[in-house]
């Protein structure tokens, strides 16, 4: 692949991936009708009668724990946005590249592990079922964890890679 035909196409994923970011993030505040819970909230703690917390309480951390595997994958949006920055501008195998490359793998695989156990987990601890009912382990998430192992491991090579060049270099 040409390096013009690369430098195309991470422009275009740039695009891509920041309208993805500006799409989550618009997604997120509908997240705003929250706001509308937490006043109950702030009221009863204001006023000093927390007798109502106990109800109102519950939905507004169910709402905060639903957006929690968003959030994260949107932490790997970024980092590859980032990444295909870099590239179009020329800068292929950096450090910051690697590490991006692990930043993204690492979102991918806290989100498919917050996606699949941790909402589930405290949701159900919040329905008063203390255990670990309702654990989702869809084949989505599968994948999602496994590529973002892959992503993850990619990145740390890239570093490796990078190390051992620099060293050759020194040598020679």
């Given amino acids: 692949m040409s390096n ?3 430098t195309d196409q991470a422009r275009t994923f740039e695009f ?5 970011v500006a799409t989550l993030s618009l997604q997120a505040l ?14 009863a703690i204001r006023l000093g009668d927390t007798s109502g917390l106990r109800e109102v309480f519950p939905p507004v951390l169910s709402r905060l724990v639903d957006v929690l595997p968003a959030l994260i994958y949107l ?5 590859a946005a980032r990444i295909f920055g870099r590239v179009a501008k020329g800068d292929l195998f950096s450090k910051a590249n690697s590490r991006g490359l692990a930043d993204v793998g690492s979102s991918l695989l806290w989100g498919a592990a917050a996606s699949a156990v941790i909402v589930p987990w405290i949701k159900s601890w919040l329905d008063g079922e203390y255990g670990f009912s309702g654990i989702r382990l869809e084949p989505e998430t599968w994948v999602i964890a496994v590529i973002g192992g892959a992503i993850l491991i990619l990145g740390k090579m ?15």
Avoid at 16 to 20: G, N, P, Q, R
Avoid at 30 to 43: C, E, R, S, T, Y
Avoid at 158 to 172: F, H, K, P, T, Y
């Fill in 75 to 79: 932490g790997g949006v970024l980092a």
């Fill in 30 to 43: 509908a997240f705003v009708k929250l706001l509308l819970l937490i006043g109950p909230i702030a009221d």
């Fill in 158 to 172: 890239m570093a490796e890679a990078g190390r051992l060049r620099s060293e050759l270099d020194e040598i020679i």
């Fill in 16 to 20: 891509v991936a920041w309208f993805a």
């Fill in 4 to 6: 013009a035909k690369l």
